[in-house]
């Protein structure tokens, strides 16, 4: 082999260290609304898994205001370092200055420093949750996040006024640790119903959809992060499918009416793991609008 043919051999194996910086905002409809409602504008994020240098991904992050969301909603994995925290709190920060309501949930590594990962566990299916001492100082992001006008939806329902119209939002704390307590938040919906959470395990799902939420908002899976062409994700860290490890789906698989489901491939990646393939990083902006709006 000639050393010019070496070129895109050795293209090919960088991509999935490029692709992890260039995010994109994808756009979705979602038909969840009665005939008559106005649409309302939603910007999901999640795993963001900030470091103190990722002053670029932050920026990004910063100028999804120019959207104009009625509602932002971050679904957990936000840093992956306590001397993140200012950026953390600037960042997510510049998204209410203006008023704009937003919640939040804690996921599964918002509460640990990352640790090398073990890639044939990871990869044979569904992970490990974290069994080791807490030493990131989640607290005070939850208190720092709180200033700067978000809200902590962790095992909490509450109902907020967005766009106008009052919405019913019911959050968890992380599944993969095993520390939803859906319990403490169930009961049927009344109105319109937005369920956020971080891992979006199947059995926690059938509690969201059971209660009559119309949409739920998760993250964790990373899009698969690695996906190939013709097979889609690999893996998804949890028990959820892997045809639904990113995008929109139904929340009660199987079912072709209720709610719906939409989870996010995330922003970011362990520091120990900094790839993707054909798996971008993004953000999401949800319209919600009328099943008649949408054909």
Known sequence: ????????LGAAAAWPFVE????????????????????IRVLHLSDLHLLARHRRRAAWVRALTRHSPDLVVST??????????????????????DGT?????????????????LPLGYLRGRGSPVRRREDLPWGAAVSALEGVGWTDLTQRRLTLQVAGRPLTLTGTDDAHLRRDRYTQVAGPVAGFGLGVTHTPARRLLRRFAADGHALVLAGHTHGGQLRLPGKGALVTNCDLERARARGLSRLDAG???????????GLGTSPYAPVR???RPEASLLELVPASRVR
């Open 76 to 97: 957990g994995d936000h840093w992956s370092s306590a001397e993140a925290l200012d950026l953390l709190t600037t960042t997510l920060g510049a998204l209410t200055a």
């Open 255 to 265: 079912e072709q009416s209720g709610g719906w489901l939409h989870v996010s491939a």
């Open 277 to 279: 393939l054909c798996c």
């Open 20 to 39: 992890p910086h260039l995010p994109v905002l994808r756009r979705l409809a979602v038909p969840a609304l009665a005939p008559d409602d106005q649409p």
């Open 101 to 117: 309501p937003a919640v939040f949930v804690p996921g599964n590594n918002d509460c640990f420093t990352p640790r090398p990962p």
């Open 1 to 8: 082999m000639r050393p010019w043919q070496l070129l895109p």
